[in-house]
């Protein structure tokens, strides 16, 4: 039975607003199906960094609806023999160079399929070395949302490539941690979930990043007074720090892999 076709297709890239590189995807991708639905999910990933891209993939395709296609574009390997791959899970499809962009998000997933995106006919010709977001990416995405199978663009890969994911401890009576994104209102997202909170006991829990003075988590930001931290259990699923009204990336120096305990 044919799939039911969604025209839905979404971006995280790190290519930012300043050029032209977002706005060409798109005419790509509506250049071969003019009915799609683009939806930006991020494209102010910082350059090159996979686990970024990993997080916001992750945080994001969850909430929409079955079939949606996405398509994650960051690649400090492009041109080189890294691989292109499209994933088919129970609910999406996924689209991505083969370096562990996609495997926070298909670590969520039924993963049903994996291909090597290497059938030519439906790549843009020529294909540039420097932006298969162009000429592999969004062609392939498109014809996906036009019906194309998976099984068409080329051969089935056993497993694809998976960042690291750094599970949190429980300890002595706390939960240790780390910061694996940062927004851009400073807040730092931790790799800490609420269940694990749970297994330390019902009580206040506070929270220590480093040698700095520990600080309460609590529901909401203004929790605290104005420029003070705050840890909150975030619209992403995961403990994140905070500064009310400002920025604890730059207050508390945080940055991806700072060490967190909740105590």
């Known amino acids: 039975m044919p799939r039911k076709l969604n025209p839905i297709i979404t971006l995280t890239t790190d290519f930012g607003a ?3 590189f977002v706005g060409v995807l798109k005419g790509v991708l509506l250049g071969l199906n003019s009915s799609l639905r683009i939806i930006d999910l991020t494209h102010e990933i910082p350059a090159g ?4 891209g990993a997080f916001a993939v992750m945080a994001g395709c969850q909430f929409f609806p079955k079939g949606t296609i996405h398509v994650a574009v960051v690649d400090p390997g492009v041109g080189s023999q890294r691989r292109a791959i499209a994933v088919e899970t129970k609910h999406y499809f ?3 160079p083969d370096n562990g962009v996609l495997s926070w998000a298909l670590k969520r997933e039924r993963v049903k399929r994996v291909v090597v995106l290497d059938n030519e006919a439906y790549f843009r010709r020529p294909v540039s070395y420097t932006f ?3 000429d592999i990416f969004a062609p392939v995405a498109a014809h996906l949302s036009r019906g194309v199978s998976i099984t068409k ?3 089935e890969l056993a497993d694809f490539q998976r960042l690291n994911w750094p599970d949190p401890i429980l300890s002595a009576g706390a939960v240790l941690g780390e910061v694996l ?3 851009r209102f400073g807040n730092a997202l931790t790799n800490i979930e609420p269940d694990l909170l ?3 006991g019902s009580r206040r829990f506070r929270v220590r990043v480093g040698r700095r003075p520990a600080f309460p988590v609590a529901d909401y930001y203004q929790a605290v007074r104005r420029g003070q931290p705050i840890a909150v259990l975030g619209s992403s699923g995961f403990l994140e720090i905070a500064v009310n009204g400002g920025s604890a990336a730059r207050r508390l120096g945080l940055e991806i892999g700072v060490k967190v305990k909740v105590f």
């Not at 960094?49 to 970024?52: E, G, M, N, Q, T």
């Open 49 to 52: 960094d996979v686990k970024a």
């Open 181 to 183: 994104y940062v927004d």
């Open 153 to 155: 663009l080329g051969p």
């Open 132 to 134: 298969h977001g162009r």
């Open 198 to 200: 749970k297994m330390l």
């Open 94 to 96: 996924f689209l991505g």
């Open 18 to 20: 300043a050029d032209w």
